[in-house]
């Protein structure tokens, strides 16, 4: 599993999917910073993780499209099913890889946090809160990618599907559901829906982090048996 973690974060600064992902969203998160925080001299950052959390739809598609439809495209798949390495530690190597790059955007955005600190007196508190609560929003979503990844050989198919499923996910927190019981079902299961509850209480309890856990681990197992299904058929 480390050999494959080291081989996938490696990989993505030998291509320019990490430096995209990164680039992308640093000039993006420095430009909500810059006009929500530092131009209207706004301290808190509810809404600054808010807005990036939507760009970050965007973005996680492009983190998650190659982890196995490329080896699938170039028939390495095969090389991997073969090894000596299990199938759970393949797919685990490869999330914790995504999630690492994921993690690395996440520390340098603490630059904002050292800024705030610089010109005023923010909650580090509710603002490590949301940090992880973001991190955690990540690992499930990348989770997502990892599945739908393993599903094509077509990058651009994974990256497109991905960002439908998320884009759906996104619609449906902003339906309102005629029936109370379905909304509250829906409400407890959305993973965005979840993030909204972090960033709006600035709290964190251990049921939402056993949610978050859960509902990553749940998709890497579906990625798992995608993949056993296939060396077995």
Known sequence: MTAIFKKELKAYFTSPIGYVFLGF????????FLWGNIYNS????ENFFRNIGVVYLFLIP????RLLSEEKKTKTDQLLITSPVSMSGIVIGKFLASIALFAIAL????IYVIILCIYGDPDLFAIFTMMLGFLLRGCALISIGLFISSLT???IVSCMVTFAVFLMLWLLDMFSFPNEIIATIYGWLSVLKRYEEVITNGELDIA????????SSLFVFFTVMSLERKRWS
């Open 107 to 110: 520390i340098i955005m603490c």
């Open 62 to 65: 492009i983190l998650t499209m």
């Open 208 to 215: 939402t982090i056993v949610y978050f856990i859960s509902f």
């Open 25 to 32: 969203a640093l000039i993006i998160s420095g430009v909500f």
């Open 153 to 155: 050989d077509n990058q």
């Open 42 to 45: 706004y301290i808190d950052t």
